[in-house]
C-alpha cells in the first residue's frame, strides 16, 4: 500500500514537472516569436525609411470639408480677409518707408512686424485658397516641410519681435531720458535681424527629423497647414522623443518671451499709474490694453496647439485656433498697433494728399 502511494506521488510530481516544462516552453516560445516579429517588422520600416519603397511622396490636405458652395463661400470670405490683411500691412510698410518723419525705432519695429505678417500669412493663405477650389487638395512631401519650416520660422519670429516691441515701450515710458540713447536706430535694427535669424534657426533640426520617420501611408492631414501634430499622427512608428523635443523647445520659445512681454507691460503700466494727466493715462491704458489683447490671442492660441502638438485635440478645434493666430491676427493688428496711432494716420493722410497732387499735376 506504502508502495503504490510512493508511486502515485512520484508520477504525479512527474506530471506537474512536464506540466511546467511544456507550460514554460510554451511561454518562452511565445516570448521568442514576438520578439523575432517586432526585430522583422523594425528591419522591414528601417528599409523601408532608407529605401524610399512605398513611402509617401505627397499629401492631402483635407482643409474644411464641406459642400461645393460653402467651398466657393469660403474661398471668397477668406480672398477679402487676405487682401485686407495684405492692403493693411503693406500701406504700413509703404508709410514708415516714405515718411522720414517716423523713422523711429518704434515705427521701425511696426514696419518691420507689418512685413512679417505680409511673409506669415503667405506661408498658408494661397495654399488654402487653392485647396479651397481643387479636387485634388495634395501637396507634396517636399512641398509639405518646406510650408512646416516657414510657417514656424515665421511664427517664432514674431514671437522675438513682439517682446522687442514691449521692450521699446518700457524704455519709451519707463527711461525717457535715457531712450534716445539706448534704443538707438542702428540698435533697433540689429535686434530686429537677430530676431529674424534666430527665428529661421529654431526649428531645421526637429523638422530634420521628422522627414525622417517612415511615411507609408494614409496620407491625409485633416487640416489646412502641414502642423506636426498631424504629421507625427501618419507616421508608421511612434516618435516619443521627437514630441517631447518640439514641446520642449515650443514651450521655452512661448513662455519665455510670453513673461517677458507680461513683465515689460507690468512695469509700463506701473509707471503710467503715476502720470499725473488722465488723458496721458488714459492713452497709455489703452494703447497698453490693445497690445496686451493681441498678445493674448496670439499667445494663448499658440499654447493651445504648441505646447503638446499631439496632445488629442480634436481637429476642428485645431484648425479654428490655427485660422486665429495665422490669419485673424495679421488682419487685426494695423487696426490695433498702427493705424490707431495719431502720428501712423498722420502720415496715411499726408502720402495721400502727396498722391492726389501728383496726380492732378
Same mark, same amino acid.
Given at each position: ?15 506537474? /514537472?512536464?506540466?511546467? =516544462? ?8 511565445q516570448?521568442? &516569436? ?8 523594425h528591419?522591414r =520600416? ?8 512605398? %513611402? ?6 483635407? $482643409? ?7 467651398q466657393?463661400?469660403?474661398f471668397?470670405?477668406?480672398? *477679402?480677409s ?16 516714405l ?14 512686424f507689418?512685413?512679417?505678417e ?43 519681435l ?6 521699446d ?21 540689429? /535686434?530686429?535681424? /537677430? ?24 496620407? %491625409?492631414?485633416d ?7 498631424? =504629421?507625427?499622427?501618419?507616421s ?13 523647445? $515650443? ?12 513683465? $515689460?507691460?507690468?512695469? *509700463? ?11 496721458? &493715462? &488714459? ?6 490694453g490693445?497690445? /496686451?489683447?493681441v498678445?493674448?490671442l ?10 503638446s502638438? %499631439? ?5 476642428g ?14 488682419? *487685426? ?9 495719431t ?12 498722391t492726389k ?5
Open positions: 500500500m506504502t508502495d503504490k502511494v510512493a508511486m502515485r506521488n512520484k508520477a504525479g510530481k512527474k506530471l506537474q /514537472l512536464f506540466l511546467f =516544462l511544456a507550460t514554460f516552453g510554451s511561454a518562452t516560445e516570448i521568442v &516569436r514576438r520578439q523575432n516579429d517586432k526585430m522583422i517588422e528591419s =520600416l528601417e528599409t523601408m525609411n532608407m529605401s524610399g519603397v512605398n %513611402t509617401v511622396t505627397e499629401f492631402i490636405l483635407l $482643409s474644411f470639408p464641406c459642400s461645393r458652395e460653402v466657393v463661400l469660403l471668397m470670405l477668406f480672398s *477679402v487676405y487682401i485686407l490683411t495684405l492692403v493693411g500691412n503693406g500701406a504700413i510698410v509703404c508709410v514708415v518707408r515718411d522720414h518723419r517716423i523713422h523711429t525705432p518704434m515705427y521701425i519695429l511696426l514696419a518691420n507689418s512685413f512679417l505680409i511673409c506669415y500669412i503667405n506661408t498658408t493663405v494661397p495654399n488654402m485658397l487653392k485647396n479651397f477650389l481643387s479636387e485634388t487638395k495634395t501637396i507634396s512631401f517636399t512641398a509639405c516641410f518646406l510650408q512646416f519650416y516657414f510657417f514656424f520660422s515665421m511664427g517664432t519670429t514674431e514671437t522675438f513682439l517682446p522687442l516691441m514691449a521692450f515701450r518700457y524704455l519709451a515710458i519707463c527711461r525717457p531720458l535715457h531712450y534716445p540713447t539706448i534704443m538707438s536706430i542702428p540698435l533697433c535694427m540689429n /535686434l530686429v535681424a /537677430l530676431c529674424w535669424v534666430t527665428g529661421f534657426l529654431c526649428y531645421p533640426v526637429p523638422i530634420y527629423f521628422i522627414t525622417q520617420l517612415p511615411f507609408c501611408g494614409p496620407n %491625409t492631414i487640416h489646412f497647414v502641414c502642423d506636426p501634430g498631424p =504629421l507625427l499622427a501618419l508608421c512608428i511612434p516618435a516619443p522623443g521627437i514630441e517631447l523635443s518640439c514641446s520642449i523647445l $515650443s514651450s521655452l520659445i512661448i513662455f519665455i518671451t510670453f513673461f517677458f512681454i507680461l513683465g $515689460s507691460y507690468t512695469l *509700463v503700466l506701473r509707471a503710467v499709474l503715476h502720470v499725473p494727466s488722465a488723458a496721458g &493715462r &488714459r492713452k497709455a491704458f489703452s494703447t497698453c490693445s497690445h /496686451l489683447a498678445v493674448s496670439f499667445y494663448g492660441t499658440l499654447m493651445v496647439m504648441y505646447i502638438p %499631439t496632445s488629442g485635440n480634436p481637429a478645434i485645431q484648425k479654428i485656433v490655427t485660422l486665429l493666430y495665422s490669419s485673424v491676427t495679421p488682419l *487685426v493688428n494695423p487696426l490695433i498697433y498702427s493705424l490707431r496711432n502720428d501712423m494716420k498722420a502720415a496715411l493722410r499726408k502720402i495721400q494728399m502727396c497732387i501728383s496726380q492732378s499735376e
